[in-house]
């Protein structure tokens, strides 16, 4: 029973980085309902980019990182200019084909960029490990969990305490309404996208730190659980998208621990389809009006 | 009656569409006799596998080449058709049909994993032209049927020499198996726990992970706890990488013992300081001068070391090429070929067919010195049947 | 006939697209007429595919009975799976479905009766009058499974249940407030969209004569659900122009090797940018 803490630990540590991701998913269909699952692609292109940056280019760990989100962010927008805002309206499935067409195209790029193999990351941060008791925790475990509470808390102050935070969250409760008042839906939805991009970003390269490689495939089944996490919170609320996230990373720990590692994708998506037959809006969402 | 008109022309539009279409592809790729001999080679080209589908055809190419360059078959050039499955099982059926029905071919190479080459297998079969599987262990591809061969150990031939080897070479007792759930690491994990059993030995600890999975923090410290002496890693060199890595990291330091995934230069990459020491099945004789000789020119070719999917690319071309000299260029010659051979030399080392269209041969064990992959121990046959 | 005027890889293409156009057409009910987004189809292919697969290989079964059985079997599991998953908020449902889909294959890879990682080989292949088909015959069979699929589909929508089904999709409230039962005509959608998956799966079964966890992947979902996006949502012939072009497509393409799934990728973003409604579509919403 001593090595529950240690499951849990590492349950958090792989949630926090399904709510960065998932976080972009949420305000992504919270404002203009796009089911944008190429979100996992720019995780991807995230830790794929930072790789060449690190170990290619040799640039400072700060500079790449700052140039990574840069550049997902810049890929967001131009998803959101290109691909999306000229299907603004249409059915919802227009805008997933496309989205799954935007991650099939980023993969097989990136297959012919990097390779289609796994590359080792750089572990440009020292690796500590700290022994406490029968547990093991390590330093990157602590970054990971502590700088993604950091961000949301970041997040939930800049929807709260500003206009354009503000303006998204009117959005995501009413996108008729929001037009009526005045709010720019156009630059609310590349602020999302910018935003959310620029996180997804940020993933990529923790989980190059975490898992210590990196390869093209990475992010399409990652996106498709990040997104499971909006939908098991609830769509339209940031804090039970988080809590989405911290469930499903934990349920993975624990299946993986108390029932088979090789289940665990099946109990996931059990789960959310049980979750959702429950409760058909998510545990913390509630019904979404139909603009 | 507008709505019907409309119905009609999209109707008589989508019908004309697809005769165009469908008759695009119906002339033959075969016309305008060419005096190669053809042989077909399958595998993942693009998509998440294709290292090892692009190796292996390499690999097979270089074979071909070097053929050509010595004259041929009796000054007939050998060419090679190469299609891609992506790894996916239906997509081995349009591959291996395109090979067959379109590209004619005298015979087949599969270069991918174990599903689509089962799919590509019953047709092969239904065809009645020969198949040389490369690298897919799973133990049902051979019996599709007589025309279906196999120059790669299967599963159950792997597993008992990594047990033997875990219980002689590391004097282990305790072993923790974690292995990859599909058809290759069950077949080569049940093989390898039933035979450590039978040598003495216990197994602590015996769980599959996901293909694809890269956390393993929870199945470490799941194996740790049942403290074993030894761990026998049964995986691709992606998540064997990783798992040696985090198990070295998280304080787990006995000695691993792993299964051919891991012989390549990729797992090397992956594990850095990690994978020293880590001994693991390879399927090849490093020290032979054959593959000195054949990884020598591969490198130079296409820039980086051949793995063991590249070199058993290479042997099941030889194979072919084998079969053909001794039978003829006809699907049915090299069949009666490939019967002929009773002892066969490639780069990875010699073997014999049995009855069953598998092979006998040593097995091999490869060791990571100073991040190099160094030869190891030979295990004989007998020993692991 | 066929053999003469198609060659064998012609009529390798055929079989592949009419299985196509069958999971393209029985997607289309679901997804076109009765608005239900669903990115989990290969489920129910799958499990008529393992439906016929252990039928025939465990009791011996011929293709001519494991048809009707795993045709079936999956409507029972479309019904079964149907009810509960529509309560879901609507644009929920395509998760939920990715998440069935995600479910049925680790099941069949993780369950003894579906051969676990082995997965189920040695199926018999089609068999009429005593002979065994060749591959005209299962093009030819291919070809009237789509077609029987395209004629019940299209009685479907012109009979007063479809009509209904279609007041469902353009407004599910007004069309609760006139009484029709709603979710009974999903559902039932739901569940006929999933025979014929599973009827197409049972001929697969006895085509390929394996069928493992891998053979029914997300891709294949994401592929079916593309066909009818491309082909035009909701239209009676945009499932067979999709189905032709996305099976035809990446053949043609086969020279470009790597950049083959890239170029595809992009064609799916260009297709719905510059024809969001699909080639034949005119989403009935614009028509009106």
């Not at chain 2, 080209?45 to 074979?63: I, K």
């Not at chain 3, 469902?168 to 999903?186: F, Q």
């Amino acid at each position: 029973m001593s090595v529950l803490p240690q499951h849990l630990l590492n349950g958090l540590a792989v949630g926090s980085l399904y709510a960065l991701l998932a976080i972009g998913l949420s305000l992504t269909y919270g404002v203009l309902r796009i089911i944008h699952i190429a979100h996992g692609g720019v995780y991807m292109i995230g830790g794929m980019l930072s790789l060449t940056l690190l170990a290619t280019l040799r640039l400072p760990p700060v500079l790449a990182l700052a140039t990574t989100v840069l550049v997902c962010a810049g890929l967001g927008v131009l998803f959101e200019r290109f691909a999306y805002r000229p299907l603004r309206g249409a059915n919802v499935i227009v805008t997933l084909i496309s989205s799954l067409g935007l991650l099939l195209a980023m993969e097989n790029l990136a297959r012919i960029v990097w390779g289609p193999v796994p590359h080792s990351y750089p572990q440009f941060l020292p690796l500590r490990v700290y022994t406490l008791g029968t547990i093991v925790i390590t330093n990157l475990q602590i970054l990971i969990v502590v700088l993604t509470i950091a961000l949301m808390i970041g997040l939930q102050w800049v929807l709260r305490r500003t206009n354009l935070g503000l303006a998204t969250l009117a959005a995501v409760q009413n996108a008729r309404g929001a037009r009526l008042v005045g709010i720019n839906i156009d630059a609310l939805a590349v602020a999302i996208f910018a935003v959310g991009s620029g996180l997804a970003g940020i993933a990529g390269v923790l989980e190059g730190l975490y898992i210590t490689s990196v390869d093209p495939s990475m992010g399409a089944m990652f996106g498709l659980k990040a997104f499971a996490a909006v939908v098991i919170g609830g769509m339209g609320s940031v804090v039970g998208t988080i809590l989405g996230a911290y469930l499903i990373g934990l349920v993975e720990a624990l299946t993986a621990a108390y029932i088979s590692a090789g289940l665990r994708d099946v109990i996931t998506f059990a789960l959310l389809v049980l979750v959702l037959m429950v409760r058909p809006s998510g545990l913390l969402g509630r019904r979404i009006e139909r603009a | 009656m507008r709505r019907t008109y409309i119905n009609r022309t999209r109707a008589l539009l989508g019908a004309s569409m697809f005769v165009v279409a469908l008759l695009l592809f119906s002339g033959g790729a075969a016309q305008g006799q060419a005096p190669d001999v053809r042989v077909g080679v399958f595998g993942p080209l693009t998509g998440e596998a294709a290292a090892d589908g692009n190796g292996c055809l390499y690999g097979t190419q270089m074979a071909a080449d070097n053929a050509n360059a010595r004259g041929g078959l009796d000054g007939r050039k050998i060419a090679v058709s190469s299609a891609d499955d992506q790894a996916v099982p239906s997509e081995g059926i349009t591959a291996v049909q395109k090979l067959l029905t379109r590209d004619r071919v005298t015979s087949v190479i599969s270069c991918s994993y174990s599903g689509a080459t089962r799919t590509a297998a019953a047709f092969a079969q239904q065809a009645k032209v020969p198949m040389v599987v490369s690298y897919a262990v799973n133990p049902e591809i051979t019996k599709a049927g007589n025309y279906i061969w196999r120059v790669f150990s299967i599963g159950g031939v792997q597993g008992n020499a990594i047990a033997v080897m875990a219980r002689e070479d590391g004097k282990a007792s305790k072993a923790a198996i974690l292995w990859v759930k599909n058809d290759y690491g069950d077949s080569i994990s049940k093989a390898a726990a039933e035979r450590f059993a039978k040598l003495g030995g216990q197994v602590v600890f015996n769980e599959s992970f996901q293909i694809g999975d890269k956390d393993f923090t929870t199945l470490i410290t799941k194996a740790r706890a049942a403290n074993p002496d030894v761990l026998l890693v049964i995986s691709y060199y992606a998540e064997g990488g990783l798992l040696v890595s985090q198990a070295r990291r998280l304080g787990l330091s006995v000695p691993i013992y792993a299964s051919d995934g891991l012989s390549a230069p990729n797992f090397i990459e992956l594990a850095g300081q990690a994978a020293e020491g880590v001994v693991m099945s390879a399927a090849t004789n490093l020290n032979s001068p054959a593959y000195k000789a054949f990884a020598k020119a591969f490198e130079a070719k296409y820039k980086y070391l051949p793995d063991s999917v590249a070199s058993h690319g290479h042997d099941a071309m030889l194979v072919l090429l084998e079969a053909i000299r001794r039978g003829d260029t006809t699907p049915n010659g090299v069949l009666k070929g490939l019967g002929l051979i009773d002892k066969f030399s490639g780069v990875n080392g010699t073997f014999t067919f049995t009855p069953a269209r598998e092979i006998v041969a040593e097995q091999s064990f490869w060791k990571i010195v100073n991040g190099q992959f160094a030869q190891y121990k030979l295990i004989p046959f007998e020993k692991v049947k | 006939m066929l053999d003469f005027l198609l060659g064998p890889y012609a009529l390798t293409l055929l079989m592949l697209i009419s299985i196509n156009i069958t999971l393209a057409a029985s997607l289309n009910l679901i997804t076109g007429y009765a608005g239900q987004v669903s990115i989990g189809h290969a489920a129910f292919y799958a499990i008529g595919a393992y439906t016929a697969a252990i039928l025939s290989t465990a009791f011996g079964w011929s293709f001519w009975l494991t048809l009707p059985a795993a045709a079936l079997v999956t409507f029972a599991s479309g019904l079964i799976i149907g009810a509960p998953s529509l309560r879901v908020e609507h644009d929920f449902l395509a998760i939920v479905t990715l998440g069935l889909g995600l479910v049925v294959q680790g099941l069949a890879l993780n369950l003894n009766i579906t051969g676990g990682p082995y997965g189920i080989s040695g199926i018999p292949r089609i068999e009429l009058f005593g002979h065994q088909l060749g591959l005209a015959g299962y093009a030819l069979t291919g070809v009237v499974l789509a077609a029987i699929t395209l004629t019940v589909v299209r009685r479907i929508m012109t009979s007063r249940p479809g009509t209904a089904l279609m007041a469902v999709r353009e407004d599910p409230l007004a069309a609760e407030v006139i009484g029709i039962d709603t979710a009974r005509y999903k559902v039932l959608a739901f569940a006929i969209g999933a025979l014929f998956a599973g009827a197409a799966g049972s001929l697969y079964a006895h085509y390929a004569t394996f069928v493992g966890h891998d053979s029914f992947s997300l891709g294949t979902s994401i592929a079916v659900l593309s066909m009818v996006v491309v082909g035009g949502m909701g239209t009676q012939w945009g499932p067979v122009v999709g189905a032709v072009l996305l099976t035809l497509i990446p053949e043609l393409m086969r020279f470009t090797a790597a950049y083959r799934m890239l170029l595809y990728g992009l064609l799916l973003v260009l297709m719905m940018r510059y024809l969001p409604q699909g080639l034949l579509g005119a989403f009935p919403a614009r028509r009106r």
